[in-house]
């Protein structure tokens, strides 16, 4: 996570730092807070987060749905999944996105969590990842205000990734790469459609599901104090939760050790834990689950990298080279409407 860096004069984001404010001091309070904990921690198109003292306001993307968002928050907060997500903070007006500026845009406020080190890569909590993922995938979905659960958006996001790159780049020399890696997927996780599990049947396992895990989602609850340890690791982000194929949510740490990014023995850590935690994603060949997951992240990735150094003007770095070579390699392996490759 980046560091915080201080709304400018008249930016649009004065709102949101006012709601901050009034959510860590009350409204018309006096702030004291040192500049280092006051800020913007993310500025994007999918949502914008600012951090005051020790909570976090985050303004959601212009169109996110009220009701599956509604029943991600109640999710977030529920009993159920106590020692799996951070959970919302109450704040009168906030959630719903009624204030100025917003546009409707749903706002939240949260507890800060201290993030994941990126310059600690040994450090990376792997298992303690593996574990939550697994305690989310076992939990029933929960009734009452969280019942309404829409489908996880992992596949969308493959699909929103692929567009956004051929409307960027469609004369880039690794977009043809890509696609050609993205046609190997079947139709429906192309079209990022409702998960029917494998073969376009109900078999596969439908769970609770983040939709979007990676190591940037996790942060130690309350560990900002100086004089207190640092809290448990918690799950963070609400936006793509739902129900799905759970193993879309071990899909990311797969496509990396596929790519030869993750080491082989990280990898063996995070599915370690995940199995011995009886997560229901995976059965005795991982990869019968993982292939096809493992593949389309690949894509997202791969995507979204040529996109980016597009608008960016600049050239593929090695990550995102290693990314695109992983889809030329993946068009060699066709995958069937069933979920299994052939070449």
Known sequence: MPSPRSPAPHDPLDRLAAVARDAAHG????CRCASGVVGVLADRDDGTV???GALVVKAHAPDTDPEAHRARLALAGHADVAGVFLPPLPFEGADLGARDGFDGRPVTVWPYGSPVDP?????????EAARLLAALHRTPPPGGSAAGLPEMRARVKVRLAVDR???AAPGHPATATVLGAWRTLPD????GGTDTGRGGTAEAVRTLCHGDFHL???VRDGGTAADRAPGRWRLIDIDDVGLGDPAWDLARPAAWFAAGILPPEVWSRFLGAYQQAAGPAVGADPWVRLDVPARALTVQTAALAVAKATAGRRELDEVEVVM????????GHRTDSAGSAST
């Open 27 to 30: 409204a018309g309070a006096a």
């Open 50 to 52: 600012v951090r005051h």
């Open 119 to 127: 310059e600690d890569p040994d450090a990376a909590p792997w298992e």
């Open 165 to 167: 790159m051929v409307r």
């Open 188 to 191: 429906r996780d192309r079209d």
């Open 216 to 218: 940037g989602q996790l």
């Open 324 to 331: 695109i070579d992983t889809c030329a390699r993946i068009t």
